[in-house]
Every structure is written in C-alpha cells, then in structure tokens.
C-alpha cells in the first residue's frame, strides 16, 4: 500500500536552532501532504497543507515565517521549525491523501527543543 | 470550517463488554469519515471508514454508523479486548477539499 517515510523519527535540538523534518511518498506522488502536529494528549491539528510547486497554505494561527514548508516534487515534503523554542516540542506528523484508499501517516517526529 | 466534538473523552470498559464512542460534525459537505486508533507515540492506524452514501458499515468487532441528517457518526467495538486499549479519534472530509479534520480523542481502557 501507499507509504509515507517520515525523518528523523526523534530530534532534540537547542533553542533557537532550526529542525528540518521530511516526508517521503515511497510508492506513490502526494501531490498533497499535510502537517499536523500533536501536543501530549491532544487531538492531531492541522498546521498546513503543502501543494507541489506551489506555496503552502497555512492554518489559522500558524506562523508561516516559522513553519516553512517546502514541497518541492512529488515525492518530497519538508517542515522546517526555525529558531525553535521549548513550546514548539510536540509531535508532527505528515499525512498524505491516497486516491480511493483514504489517507496514509508518517511515522511522526517527536520534537524536543532544550 | 469543519468542527468535529467526540466523546466521551475518557471510557473504560470490562474486557468482553461493548464500547461506543460519538462524534458529530458540522459541514453537511463532509462525505468521508474515517476511525484512527493511536497508541502512544506512534501514528495514527486507520481501523474503520464510512463514505456518506451508507448508513452502517462493519467489520468483524468493529462498526461504524451514520447519521447524515444529524451529522454524527459512532464507532462500536463489540467483545473488547485489552489490546484495544488506546486513543480513538474520529475525524470528516469532504473528499475535493481533502482536509482531514480530527475529534479531541476518547482514551479507552479495556479492563481485564
């Protein structure tokens, strides 16, 4: 089935540093890829949804100039926390809608910024 | 925007007894909705799915039905096992928007 290979799985960073995650649609092209991210026992919410070639839309409350997100081909999406901060330590995963089969998840990135 | 509520926040169940867990939505566009269950630190696993056009839906201990005209759905889990302890979301799209909306989560217990 369709897969979405998520990296790094965990990361521990300083604060102020940035965080590159990617996601890869192994077998199949997201054209879509959405980013959500989940604070300890908290709902999955969704931070904004990538087009490829095209710029990200972004959720309400979400800083854009903080969450950069790139989606660049059809294989690759990529979230990148600048100058990170102890309140940004959560867990973001990727998700990808898969034609007729429902959406497919990364494995998630637990995120923890010292 | 779509806003999905679910509840109960928290359920604990005999092992063996039944668990339901509800959920309402509030776009009448929404026509796909489907059933996560999360454990700890992993991604969510899609364990059951409805599309608007059907009122029920199930699968061997698992059931899922809907109410389009009152915008809710519910997830059954029939003779519950331990292994059935986790996070339960649900979650509505409108297939063409693609935007996956989640419910706040129902952890259950199963108690041996």
């Known amino acids: 089935g369709a897969v979405v290979s998520q990296h790094p799985s965990r990361v521990i960073c300083k604060s102020g540093t940035s965080v590159k995650i990617e996601c890869r649609s192994l077998d199949f092209q997201a054209t879509t890829m959405f980013w959500y991210r989940q604070f300890p026992k908290q709902s999955l919410m969704l931070m904004a949804t990538s087009n490829e070639g095209s710029k990200a839309t972004y959720e309400q409350g979400v800083e854009k100039d903080k969450f950069l997100i790139n989606h660049a081909s059809l294989t690759l999406s990529t979230l990148t926390v600048t100058s990170a901060h102890p309140e940004d330590s959560s867990f973001y995963i990727c998700?990808?809608?898969?034609?007729?089969?429902?959406?497919?998840f990364g494995s998630g990135t637990r995120l923890t910024v010292v | 925007g779509e806003n999905v509520e679910q509840h109960p926040s928290t359920l604990s169940v005999q092992e063996g007894d039944s668990a339901v867990i509800k959920c309402t939505y509030s776009?009448?566009?929404?026509?796909?909705f489907p059933w996560y269950k999360q454990e700890l630190g992993k991604r969510p696993q899609l364990i059951i799915d409805?599309?608007?056009?059907?009122g029920e839906k199930k699968d061997q201990r698992i059931a899922v039905t809907l109410n389009k005209t009152a915008k809710h759905f519910s997830l059954h889990i029939t003779e519950t096992q331990p292994e059935d302890s986790a996070v339960y979301f649900c979650?509505?799209?409108?297939?063409?928007?693609?935007?996956?909306?989640f419910g706040t989560g129902t952890r259950l217990t199963i108690i041996p």
């Open positions: 409805i599309r608007s056009n059907v």
């Open positions: 776009d009448s566009a929404s026509n796909y």
């Open positions: 979650a509505a799209t409108a297939f063409g928007n693609e935007k996956l909306t």
């Open positions: 998700s990808a809608s898969v034609p007729t089969a429902g959406y497919t």
